[in-house]
C-alpha cells in the first residue's frame, strides 16, 4: 500500500521535534557537564543512544501506520523494542566497562533523555490523526 503525502510529511515533521527535543536537551547537559570530560561523554553516550532509538522506533511506528491492521501491531510492538534497546544496551555497559561514566552521572542522564524523548513520541502519536481504513464497523446481526 502507497503512502500518502500527508503520512511522509507527518513522519518527517516527528522526526524533526524528535531531533529538536534531543538538541535542546544535549545544549541544555552540556551546560550542566561544564569542563568535565566524563560527564560531557555522559551526555553524548545518552543523547546518541536515545536518539538513535526514538528516531528509529518513530520511523517503524510511522511505517505501520499505512497497511493491514496485523502490521500496524506488530510495527508498534518493534517501535517500542527498538526505542527501548540502545538505552538499555547503554546501562547494561555502564555496569561493566563504562563504570567511570556511571560514576560521573551517566545512568541519571540516560534515562532523563529516554524520558523526554518517549514524552515527545506519546505526544506526536497522540496528535496524529489516525488511519480510519484501519478501523472496523461491526456487522449489523439480522
Not at 30 to 42: E, F, M, N, T, V
Request: proline letters at 6%; charged letters at 15%; glycine letters at 10%.
Amino acid at each position: 500500500m502507497k503512502t500518502s503525502p500527508t503520512t511522509g510529511r507527518v513522519t518527517a515533521v516527528g522526526a524533526v521535534l524528535l531531533v529538536a527535543a534531543v538538541t535542546v536537551a544535549v545544549a541544555v547537559s552540556l551546560r550542566w557537564a561544564g569542563d568535565d570530560p566524563l560527564r560531557r561523554q555522559s551526555v553524548m553516550l545518552a543523547a546518541s543512544t536515545t536518539a538513535f532509538g526514538s528516531l528509529v522506533g518513530w520511523l517503524v511506528a510511522r511505517w505501520g501506520r499505512d497497511r493491514n491492521a496485523g502490521t500496524a501491531v506488530a510495527a508498534g510492538l518493534g517501535a517500542t523494542l527498538l526505542r527501548i534497546a540502545p538505552p538499555l544496551a547503554a546501562l547494561a555497559w555502564l555496569g561493566g566497562p563504562g563504570r567511570p561514566l556511571r560514576d560521573a552521572g551517566a545512568g541519571g542522564v540516560l534515562v532523563a533523555f529516554y524520558l523526554l524523548l518517549l514524552a515527545v513520541d506519546i505526544v506526536l502519536h497522540i496528535m496524529v490523526r489516525r488511519d480510519r481504513s484501519l478501523r472496523t464497523t461491526p456487522k449489523p446481526v439480522n
